[in-house]
């Protein structure tokens, strides 16, 4: 390719134009020898040598291929000016004005088609493509016999036959408008002149920007090999094309894959203004698309639909592949205010591996094709049903984003979801949830996050279900008039709340229960009632859960207060009935409460509410430096079941340093199983006798270096003195009674009376 040569500086040595039939030779650079130069940038035809200028001292247009000597003659071969190319090129100022100037102007497309003087080699400036509508750019003058027209970027002449006008791309970017768009353009002229503009930098890689307007469309593609689209400048308004009646493949913007004909869009930067009033469903989709950016894109204008969801932004599977490595940030979106149906103004998908994870089947599964290592951050997020829908996703980071008033969730994380960061958002008056992990969504962490809303009786805050496990909360901040602060339920084992502030709960701070009963009994206080049958959600399924609920680990937090006018609980554990009679009973155990503060009391019942429906199936609970608040009592920590209250310690295996709890569950001591000649002495400190015949203590079992326990003997029983097992201060056995209390320490695993 050859290009054009500037032609300002060939004056004849002080600033004149040349005169009619001035001489420009051009040799090799050193020598005498001629070097060609040429009419077109293709360089396939060789000037004359000399170039003569026309009878107004303007020489044609010269394309040169390298550097030059070249000699200015006048017409009598008298010469004007030498030197090289190159030179001159570099030392001339050569503004835009001035090349501008070279090149022979028109006022639009068609009247520069329709002019009768145009030469091959031409070139034109347009000041704009059609009256009123921008798009003024560079075109060039060749043979129709050298291109292919197509009416938007290579357009037939009309006032000369043979010739065809080519836009000149200089800086690799296109114009919407410079190949025909306009704001008075139908949807369909609009359409077709936005997609040769995409299909064009597709092939070439080029960028694809607009002006300011408005403009009607329909579906437009964006193709693998497309740098980058920025249709920012102007408002785009689909027509409604794209609004699906079965599947999720429509959208007024694809990016192609598999499942919308075409190759996966690698490395593209999306960028657009979309006015969605006529009812279109999605946006912008990525198919499949891989490591592609979508920034300051403005979606706004949602019409609400009672059959189907509404999108902002989507990224999903095409099939073959994940969406993956992506980039989605600073973008706003505007969902409808109150949807009829959901609204997901980003949602990400990738395939599960069976439907629900499996939860209703009792075992999970991970992700046959999950959307990898995508980026969600910095987003502005209003209205719709849910602000961020992650499924399938493994690996996504979410952060820095503000959700505001979702009427349903603000961020929603369901089948088999893994290993997911949410951080440092801000999420504002939800209606349900802040967070919920759903359907076998695990190891994913939930930290440093804003979640504040006014509306009362939600679900939860952070709302933790149906198989979802290992999942870290902390520090987050919760100010929610949802029924609770953070809920965990349904076979969702070994979850961690740690070092949460937690505010104005409608029923608990923290609520855990293992399963949903359609309606809970009387005594189970705080117990959630099922929205809807399992059935319901997926044939055949006749349980919430099928495994135990377990290792649920409660720690670090503080509570403030509840719901104004409410009887709540700063933290509640439950076990419950099945929601089908012949169902399995499942179990609530190996729960820790450690470390928890509750700074205060207002509108704050029980600090502890513990219900279990069958005895024995809320067990092992260990409670270790609690902070009750200086004004809690007795009465602020209670146990219930299906018939009434019952004893709190006997739901727990441990308790130390919890203030008031300590007492409530120690007040009575722990009483030795009747009979036992080794008692274990595992989780407590202080015991009691109460054999029903003559017993002798040979030994305590399962003792640890420097336990200390205290015992309070009865008539019945006798410690049984032995040098190795356990020594007494007489150094005799002792016999005791209802008063006779004794002190023991393991030292080198033998108890020694202190």
Same mark, same amino acid.
């Given at each position: 390719m050859a290009s054009l040569l500037p032609q300002l500086f060939l004056d004849s040595g002080a600033g004149l134009t040349p005169s009619d039939g001035a001489l420009l030779y051009f040799n090799v650079v050193g020598s005498g020898t001629d070097k060609d130069t040429y009419t077109t940038a293709a360089a396939t035809v060789a000037n004359a040598n000399p170039v003569v200028a026309d009878s107004k001292g303007v020489f044609p247009p010269i394309y040169i291929a390298g550097d030059y000597d070249w000699v200015l003659q006048n017409k009598n071969a008298v010469q004007q000016n030498a030197g090289t190319v190159s030179e001159l090129v570099t030392s001339t100022e050569i503004t835009a004005d001035l090349l501008l100037s070279?090149?022979?102007?028109?006022?639009?497309? /068609?009247?520069?088609?329709?002019?009768?003087?145009?030469?091959?080699?031409?070139?034109?400036?347009?000041?704009?493509?059609?009256?009123?509508?921008?798009?003024?750019?560079?075109?060039?003058?060749?043979?129709?016999?050298?291109? &292919?027209? !197509? &009416?938007?970027?290579?357009?037939?002449?009309?006032?000369?036959?043979?010739? @065809?006008?080519?836009?000149?791309?200089?800086?690799?970017?296109? !114009?919407?408008?410079?190949?025909?768009?306009? /704001? @008075?353009? @139908?949807?369909?002229?609009?359409?077709?002149?936005?997609?040769?503009?995409?299909?064009?930098?597709?092939? !070439?890689?080029? #960028?694809?920007?607009?002006?300011?307007?408005?403009?009607?469309? @329909?579906?437009?593609? =964006?193709?693998?090999?497309?740098?980058?689209?920025d249709f920012t400048s102007g408002t785009w308004t689909p027509d409604g094309n794209s609004s699906p009646t079965a599947t999720t493949t429509q959208a007024a913007v694809v990016l192609q894959g598999a499942q919308t004909g075409g190759t996966i869009v690698t490395g593209c930067k999306v960028s657009m203004k979309i006015d969605m009033q006529n009812g279109d469903r999605t946006a912008i989709l990525g198919d499949g698309c891989q490591e592609c950016e979508f920034t300051a894109n403005n979606i706004f204008g949602f019409t609400n639909d009672a059959t189907y969801n509404h999108?902002?932004?989507?990224?999903?599977?095409?099939?073959?592949?994940?969406?993956?490595?992506?980039?989605?940030?600073?973008?706003? =979106?505007?969902?409808y205010s109150t949807p009829t149906q959901l609204g997901l103004l980003i949602d990400v998908w990738g395939v599960p591996g069976s439907d629900f994870a499996g939860f209703f089947t009792g075992t999970i599964t991970n992700p046959t094709l999950p959307a990898l290592d995508n980026l969600i951050h910095d987003n502005t997020l209003l209205y719709g049903s849910y602000a961020i829908n992650l499924q399938a996703a493994d690996g996504t980071s979410v952060y820095g984003n503000t959700c505001r008033t979702q009427n349903h969730r603000s961020i929603y994380v369901a089948n088999g979801s893994r290993r997911n960061i949410i951080t440092n958002n801000n999420l504002l008056t939800f209606t349900s949830s802040a967070l919920v992990l759903g359907y076998g969504s695990r190891d994913n962490i939930f930290s440093d996050n804003m979640c504040v809303t006014g509306i009362f009786a939600g679900e939860a805050a952070i709302n933790i279900n149906t198989g979802s496990s290992r999942n870290l909360i902390t520090n987050n901040y919760v100010d929610s008039a949802t029924n609770y602060g953070v809920y965990i339920a349904t076979d969702s084992s070994f979850n961690t709340v740690d070092g949460n502030h937690i505010k104005n709960f409608y029923l608990a701070?923290?609520?855990?229960? !293992?399963?949903?009963?359609?309606?809970?009994?009387?005594?189970?206080?705080?117990?959630?009632?099922?929205?809807?049958?399992?059935?319901?959600?997926?044939?055949?399924?006749? #349980?919430?859960?099928?495994?135990?609920?377990?290792?649920t680990i409660i720690q670090n937090n503080a509570f403030y207060y509840g719901y104004t006018g409410r009887n709540t609980a700063a933290i509640s554990l439950a076990q419950m009935e099945n929601t089908l009679v012949g169902s399995t009973l499942t179990e609530l155990k190996n729960t820790t409460v450690k470390n928890n503060t509750v700074v205060g009391m207002s509108n704050v019942a029980y600090c502890l509410f513990v219900y279990e429906f069958a005895a024995g199936k809320n067990s092992e609970i260990r409670y270790e430096g609690n902070t009750f608040n200086s004004a809690?009592?007795?009465?602020?920590?209670?146990?219930?079941?299906?018939?009434?209250?019952?004893?709190?310690?006997?739901?727990?295996?441990?308790?130390?340093?919890?203030?008031?709890?300590?007492?409530?569950?120690?007040?009575?001591?722990?009483?030795?199983?009747?009979?036992?000649?080794?008692?274990?002495?595992q989780y407590w400190r202080f015991f009691k006798c109460a054999n029903s015949g003559a017993t002798s203590i040979t030994d305590f079992d399962d003792p640890y270096e420097g336990k200390e326990i205290? $015992?309070?003997?009865?008539?019945?029983?006798? =410690?049984?003195?032995?040098? #190795?097992? $356990?020594? &007494?201060?007489?150094?005799?056995?002792?016999?005791?009674?209802?008063?006779?209390?004794?002190?023991?320490?393991?030292?080198?695993? $033998?108890?020694?009376?202190?």
């Amino acid at each position: 390719m050859a290009s054009l040569l500037p032609q300002l500086f060939l004056d004849s040595g002080a600033g004149l134009t040349p005169s009619d039939g001035a001489l420009l030779y051009f040799n090799v650079v050193g020598s005498g020898t001629d070097k060609d130069t040429y009419t077109t940038a293709a360089a396939t035809v060789a000037n004359a040598n000399p170039v003569v200028a026309d009878s107004k001292g303007v020489f044609p247009p010269i394309y040169i291929a390298g550097d030059y000597d070249w000699v200015l003659q006048n017409k009598n071969a008298v010469q004007q000016n030498a030197g090289t190319v190159s030179e001159l090129v570099t030392s001339t100022e050569i503004t835009a004005d001035l090349l501008l100037s070279s090149v022979k102007p028109f006022a639009t497309l /068609a009247a520069a088609v329709a002019d009768t003087g145009l030469v091959d080699g031409d070139s034109l400036n347009l000041k704009e493509r059609t009256t009123g509508n921008g798009g003024g750019a560079l075109w060039d003058v060749v043979f129709s016999s050298t291109v &292919t027209e !197509n &009416t938007y970027n290579i357009v037939q002449c009309t006032g000369v036959g043979t010739l @065809s006008l080519v836009l000149r791309i200089d800086d690799a970017t296109l !114009n919407t408008a410079e190949f025909g768009v306009t /704001a @008075s353009g @139908s949807v369909s002229a609009n359409t077709l002149a936005a997609q040769a503009a995409l299909d064009l930098a597709a092939t !070439n890689g080029y #960028s694809v920007t607009d002006t300011e307007g408005t403009y009607n469309f @329909s579906t437009l593609l =964006i193709k693998n090999g497309t740098k980058c689209v920025d249709f920012t400048s102007g408002t785009w308004t689909p027509d409604g094309n794209s609004s699906p009646t079965a599947t999720t493949t429509q959208a007024a913007v694809v990016l192609q894959g598999a499942q919308t004909g075409g190759t996966i869009v690698t490395g593209c930067k999306v960028s657009m203004k979309i006015d969605m009033q006529n009812g279109d469903r999605t946006a912008i989709l990525g198919d499949g698309c891989q490591e592609c950016e979508f920034t300051a894109n403005n979606i706004f204008g949602f019409t609400n639909d009672a059959t189907y969801n509404h999108r902002g932004i989507r990224l999903q599977d095409d099939g073959v592949s994940g969406a993956n490595r992506n980039k989605v940030h600073n973008n706003r =979106i505007v969902g409808y205010s109150t949807p009829t149906q959901l609204g997901l103004l980003i949602d990400v998908w990738g395939v599960p591996g069976s439907d629900f994870a499996g939860f209703f089947t009792g075992t999970i599964t991970n992700p046959t094709l999950p959307a990898l290592d995508n980026l969600i951050h910095d987003n502005t997020l209003l209205y719709g049903s849910y602000a961020i829908n992650l499924q399938a996703a493994d690996g996504t980071s979410v952060y820095g984003n503000t959700c505001r008033t979702q009427n349903h969730r603000s961020i929603y994380v369901a089948n088999g979801s893994r290993r997911n960061i949410i951080t440092n958002n801000n999420l504002l008056t939800f209606t349900s949830s802040a967070l919920v992990l759903g359907y076998g969504s695990r190891d994913n962490i939930f930290s440093d996050n804003m979640c504040v809303t006014g509306i009362f009786a939600g679900e939860a805050a952070i709302n933790i279900n149906t198989g979802s496990s290992r999942n870290l909360i902390t520090n987050n901040y919760v100010d929610s008039a949802t029924n609770y602060g953070v809920y965990i339920a349904t076979d969702s084992s070994f979850n961690t709340v740690d070092g949460n502030h937690i505010k104005n709960f409608y029923l608990a701070g923290v609520h855990v229960e !293992n399963d949903i009963m359609d309606t809970p009994s009387t005594n189970a206080l705080y117990a959630r009632p099922n929205y809807a049958d399992p059935d319901t959600v997926l044939a055949g399924a006749t #349980s919430w859960t099928f495994n135990d609920l377990e290792g649920t680990i409660i720690q670090n937090n503080a509570f403030y207060y509840g719901y104004t006018g409410r009887n709540t609980a700063a933290i509640s554990l439950a076990q419950m009935e099945n929601t089908l009679v012949g169902s399995t009973l499942t179990e609530l155990k190996n729960t820790t409460v450690k470390n928890n503060t509750v700074v205060g009391m207002s509108n704050v019942a029980y600090c502890l509410f513990v219900y279990e429906f069958a005895a024995g199936k809320n067990s092992e609970i260990r409670y270790e430096g609690n902070t009750f608040n200086s004004a809690a009592t007795a009465i602020d920590f209670l146990a219930f079941n299906s018939s009434g209250a019952m004893d709190l310690k006997d739901t727990s295996v441990y308790a130390a340093g919890n203030d008031q709890l300590d007492q409530v569950i120690h007040g009575n001591g722990y009483t030795f199983t009747d009979l036992d000649t080794t008692p274990s002495i595992q989780y407590w400190r202080f015991f009691k006798c109460a054999n029903s015949g003559a017993t002798s203590i040979t030994d305590f079992d399962d003792p640890y270096e420097g336990k200390e326990i205290l $015992i309070r003997l009865d008539s019945n029983t006798t =410690i049984v003195y032995n040098t #190795s097992l $356990i020594r &007494t201060i007489s150094t005799a056995n002792i016999t005791g009674s209802s008063n006779t209390f004794l002190r023991f320490i393991s030292i080198g695993g $033998i108890w020694i009376e202190t």
